[in-house]
């Protein structure tokens, strides 16, 4: 799940040198609540009025996941075709176009979010035996695992000698931006004890966070940076819906409450005391999680709607997504590790309460740390079989 993802780039970033050692490959002014009140009913129906995809794009996802801040005044936007307005682009495609394109009118997050709240309730609960998910992932790929293998063997065949390296030999960070890219489906059984089964098809090729970057890395001698091909592995261990509320499982998610005040309480139940990133920051990674999974309508249709109270989330206008769909970009930013700011990002569509795609960055770099576009889940009852 997402704080999965979250939680292995924390500490990949703090990946000890033993672990190299063993080179084991695998997110406008504000209005008052009153004007917001006021105008609801009117923006609600705005958002319902922008421009419809075709239904052959669209796919059954139901996911999403924020934290947003209370404004509900509209902005108009410039849109750049695949990019985050005045945010980095996508990996492998380089700068954003300086061209502009004509202006829309685009609302806040809080206007997107109660629009995504009232899509979602109105789709229908689906039941079987594995919940499947589909997801195109891109991940920055952070040290050359074989450089620093060569430089262990250097040290000689005395594992003595390399133990004693441990914790001094310090891998390199790559002095350029190259990105991994992977198919990844799973099925998750609903009851405890049956098979569950992961597939990884990673793509032939790397992409680049721009044509500097895939330059430097030819420069550099074109060093192989990914290593494995496709894997399938069927097991039996329970694995937590979300890393940051272990108590929810598949067999209990469903029963979370479907009313915004009941889900609001049970959610800082779970949040508890903890005050590391902030309830913000946990409600956009919660969000993602719990979307990502087989929850009720009800509960995804309350979930957009705490997160629409919660302030922090900013609305960046009208993008694609990796696969190319439309959806509004919505952005909150927390503390990072490594003294950086970390921009958490999303993209919405409010027309079907969909979360297309999220990704992690620091803020100011040239391309995220990590990228996943939600391609279809649902319901199926055999593995190997998709919606």
Do not use: C
């Amino acid at each position: 799940m997402a704080s999965e993802r979250f939680r292995r780039i924390s500490e990949e970033e703090r990946m000890t040198d033993r672990t190299f050692a063993q080179l084991k490959p695998e997110g406008l002014d504000e209005l008052t609540e009153e004007a917001h009140r006021r105008r609801r009913a009117a923006d609600l129906a705005l958002a319902f009025q922008t421009p419809r995809r075709s239904p052959k794009a669209r796919l059954p996802l139901f996911i999403t996941g924020g934290v947003v801040a209370a404004g509900l005044a509209a902005a108009a936007v410039v849109i750049l075709p695949g990019a985050d307005p005045g945010g980095p682009a996508r990996p492998g495609t380089g700068a954003p176009p300086s061209a502009a394109r004509p202006a829309v009118t685009m609302l806040d997050a809080q206007a997107v979010l109660l629009a995504a709240a009232e899509s979602a309730g109105r789709t229908e609960a689906g039941t079987g035996r594995y919940w499947y998910t589909r997801e195109r992932v891109a991940s920055l790929i952070q040290v050359d695992l074989d450089e620093y293998a060569a430089r262990l063997k250097a040290l000689g065949a005395d594992s003595k000698k390399q133990e004693e390296a441990v914790g001094k030999l310090k891998p390199s960070p790559l002095p350029y931006a190259a990105f991994s890219g992977s198919t990844d489906e799973s099925w998750r059984a609903r009851e405890r004890g049956e098979a569950g089964r992961n597939v990884r098809k990673p793509d032939a090729a790397l992409t680049f966070g721009s044509a500097q970057d895939e330059q430097k890395w030819r420069q550099a001698g074109s060093p192989r940076l990914v290593r494995g091909g496709e894997s399938t592995r069927d097991d039996r261990t329970e694995r937590v819906l979300s890393i940051d509320n272990p108590s929810l499982t598949m067999r209990n998610v469903d029963e979370l409450p479907t009313d915004e005040a009941g889900l609001k309480r049970r959610l800082r139940e779970l949040y508890g005391d903890r005050a590391a990133s902030g309830f913000s920051v946990y409600l956009w990674q919660t969000g993602v999680d719990l979307l990502g999974a087989p929850i009720t309508p009800g509960t995804r249709s309350a979930l957009f709607r705490v997160m629409a109270e919660e302030k922090g989330m900013t609305a960046r206008g009208q993008v694609k997504d990796e696969l190319g769909r439309t959806g509004a970009a919505l952005i909150t930013t927390g503390s990072g590790d490594r003294g950086k700011a970390v921009e958490y990002r999303i993209i919405v569509d409010p027309e079907s309460g969909e979360l297309l795609q999220y990704e992690v960055a620091e803020e100011g770099a040239s391309a995220p740390l990590l990228r996943v576009a939600l391609e279809e889940t649902g319901w199926v009852n055999e593995l190997g079989k998709r919606p």
